[in-house]
């Protein structure tokens, strides 16, 4: 389990990512975790805030999740599995769900990426996109 301080998220400031699709808007922001990370045993730990709104006239259900993390050596690691943080939120519209998680990399560099499977209330499945978003060390995004 990742968890973050105040000041972790006051002292690194967050890189931004955001895709709209058929109405829901990903908004990502993610931050390094020095206190959980351990870089001579090449663990880095990021955290991440993912914002979930539903801009469009259905309401619709997050029901799975499906994520790509490439680190900085170009290994992939995909993640499958039913909800966010163990929930399947119903979003109406103009109504939004927000959370926090984590990965741990062996580099200190990486990206994510990836799909929220939704289910609208009218029968209708799509897969809103995650857009790619950095994982990166402070010091290293120049």
């Not at 922001?29 to 880095?44: C, G, H, I, L, N």
């Amino acid at each position: 389990m990742v968890l973050v301080s105040p000041k972790v998220l006051l002292q690194y400031g967050p890189a931004v990512s955001t895709a709209v699709t058929e109405g829901i808007r990903v908004s990502v922001r993610s931050f390094y975790v020095p206190e959980q990370s351990a870089p001579r045993a090449k663990r880095y730990v990021f955290a991440y805030t993912v914002r979930i709104a539903n801009e469009g006239a259905l309401t619709a259900q997050l029901r799975t999740r499906h994520w790509v993390i490439t680190d900085g050596d170009g290994r992939i690691e995909e993640v499958r599995g039913d909800g966010v943080v163990g929930a399947q939120p119903t979003l109406k519209p103009g109504q939004h769900f927000e959370y926090t998680s984590g990965c741990v990399l062996r580099t200190p560099r990486g990206a994510m990426r990836g799909t929220y499977r939704m289910h609208c209330d009218n029968g209708h499945t799509f897969d809103a996109e995650i857009a790619s978003f950095a994982l990166a060390l402070p010091q290293t995004l120049n």
